[in-house]
């Protein structure tokens, strides 16, 4: 009787809910800032001017220092990710600025609220808002706000009527912030390497980040109601969902393709093609990869990388946003595939359930497709602002070629921070000669960051000519972390000048003479001129070189 006693008794699991945040309520717009911070300035700049346009009062967090990550530590977790720390403590010491002005806490917690991305699945990444919260709770700032951008879901708030409002506009608003920030990011840094006045780059660039801030602050796309023919209007007035769904695609085309967004690019493709730059710079082109936020921040969070790198004479390619966004949606798409037929408890129907089977691949399909079209809408229109700028900006990479690269080495149906994306890219940038030299940057102790740098000992094993440079990110270690990289930048350095010594031999021209003739014509000395990449060729210079060269042959 005993044993059976014991064995009938259920235990009763009290499972983890995180507790309700306080919401943001739509009375609060006039009065609640929003922070925004942890991606690279330029799309904090824009994100800003989307808020600002949408009636909402936004502010910009400090670039996370040194003194950030150490009270990111002191009040946070212990082992947690570099970001995390950097992050949270970029945000405890703008609020203790607050604080020191006057106001009190009690005002700053009624006040603020930081705005940020979020995720679930095998990553300490899904932890950082509860991260956030808890180091501003033992920094004394309890319930504080954050409001998170959930990767899956999107924006959801437990309240009838939220603060933040996920209108058409504001969607299309953060959407061209995306394309905007990647490619004026890669824009700067393949301009800068090789301008001739310093800081021509940066002073034309802030002129088209002011023009584009405005253009996303005060530009207000027409409803559908007044646009259309005066014969129509009844029509759209009467039908609610006629005019939802025509006001969808009509406000896509006004802002994504209208004259004003159009006429602010080409007032910025005007002037950054004024800048005078000389391609005959010998650079060795890294490549950046790794860990969404340390191959992004432009902080001490990567000990300022990019910087570093440009003051060692290199020419650095950042890596988009839009990637690691054409991935989620790829291999969402891919998961797809092993439940193919399944229903929605992931069982096998029925052998004689042919309905089911049916509606099972129904619902396959839509989701497949509906995630296809949502990578190729992404690539088209990121596809459209590299054209508007001139065309010399960097293409999205397919995913598909991504997957099938690292295939060998790295199951793409593998989850867990960058996937795929790491092996994919190192194979990818080397295989086709696009650069010199690929670093990976990662927080210290990231789980998957660190079996993608497993992997690419077998990738380095079967390519023996690749440079390749993991570098972990703690907020400490910098001077390490410099010295590793110049020892492989030096490598980077010799193999991009053996490669512009035999381009220039084989042409059978003097250095002098290349310049000669791009000095008489002028054109080839803006940035917009665009030089086509030759197989086997990786440097801007010795692509140069072979292309006035032809030009020369044609005079």
């Not at 917009?528 to 990786?538: E, S």
Request: proline share 5%.
């Amino acid at each position: 009787m005993a044993s059976d006693a014991v064995f009938s008794t259920e235990k009763k699991f009290q499972h983890y809910r995180r507790p309700d945040e306080r919401p943001f309520t739509v009375e609060e717009r006039d009065k609640v800032t929003i922070l925004v911070g942890g991606l690279t300035r330029k799309h904090e700049r824009f994100i800003q001017a989307v808020f600002q346009g949408s009636g909402y009062k936004c502010e910009l967090l400090p670039v996370p220092d040194q003194e950030a990550f150490l009270l990111g530590k002191e009040f946070g977790n212990n082992g947690q990710c570099s970001p995390a720390y950097f992050t949270s403590g970029a945000l405890i010491q703008y609020l203790r600025e607050l604080e020191a002005s006057g106001m009190s806490r009690q005002e700053i917690v009624d006040g603020y609220l930081y705005f940020t991305a979020g995720s679930c699945g095998p990553c300490r990444f899904s932890t950082y808002a509860a991260e956030y919260r808890m180091a501003l709770q033992n920094a004394g700032f309890d319930g504080f706000r954050v409001l998170r951008f959930q990767q899956d879901d999107g924006i959801k708030q437990k309240v009838s009527a939220p603060g933040l409002k996920y209108t058409i506009d504001f969607a299309l608003g953060m959407l061209k912030t995306l394309f905007l920030g990647d490619v004026f990011n890669d824009l700067t840094h393949g301009i800068r390497a090789y301008e001739i006045n310093p800081g021509e780059t940066n002073r034309v660039m802030e002129e088209c980040m002011k023009d584009l801030c405005d253009h996303l602050r005060e530009y207000k796309a027409p409803e559908l109601v007044d646009a259309v023919p005066l014969i129509f209007k009844p029509i759209v007035r009467r039908c609610d969902k006629l005019r939802l769904i025509g006001s969808v695609f009509f406000k896509m085309h006004t802002h994504l393709k209208g004259k004003e967004f159009r006429d602010a690019l080409a007032r910025c493709r005007k002037r950054v093609d004024g800048i005078a730059i000389d391609r005959t710079k010998l650079k060795p082109v890294v490549k950046i990869v790794g860990e969404f936020w340390a191959q992004t921040t432009e902080s001490g969070g990567n000990y300022k990388m990019f910087e570093f790198l440009e003051k060692e004479g290199a020419h650095v390619q950042p890596e988009a946003i839009g990637t690691w966004l054409t991935y989620l949606m790829a291999h969402a798409r891919m998961q797809l595939y092993p439940k193919r037929g399944m229903n929605a408890n992931c069982e096998e129907p029925g052998r004689l359930a042919f309905g089911q089977k049916f509606r099972n691949e129904i619902a396959f399909q839509k989701k497949r497709l509906m995630l296809s079209f949502g990578e190729w809408f992404y690539t088209r229109l990121y596809h459209r602002i590299v054209k508007e700028m001139g065309g010399i900006a960097h293409t999205l990479v397919p995913q598909e070629e991504l997957a099938e690269l690292a295939q060998p080495f790295f199951k793409p149906l593998a989850r867990g921070g960058e996937g795929y994306l790491e092996v994919g890219k190192n194979i990818y940038y080397h295989s086709r000669k696009l650069t010199h030299m690929v670093l990976g940057l990662k927080p210290f102790g990231c789980l998957p960051s660190s079996q993608s740098d497993g992997v690419q000992s077998a990738v380095i094993g079967r390519h023996k000519d690749i440079i390749y440079l993991p570098i972990e990110t703690s907020g400490e270690g910098e001077v390490n972390a410099h010295s590793r990289v110049q020892m492989a930048l030096g490598e980077a350095k010799a193999k991009a000048k053996a490669e512009f010594q035999t381009t220039l031999a084989s042409t059978g021209k003097t250095l002098e003479q290349i310049r000669a003739f791009a000095s008489v014509h002028p054109e080839l000395n803006q940035p917009m001129y665009k030089t086509p990449h030759y197989p086997g060729v990786a440097g801007t210079a010795a692509n140069f070189i072979l292309h006035v060269n032809e030009l020369m042959g044609e005079s």
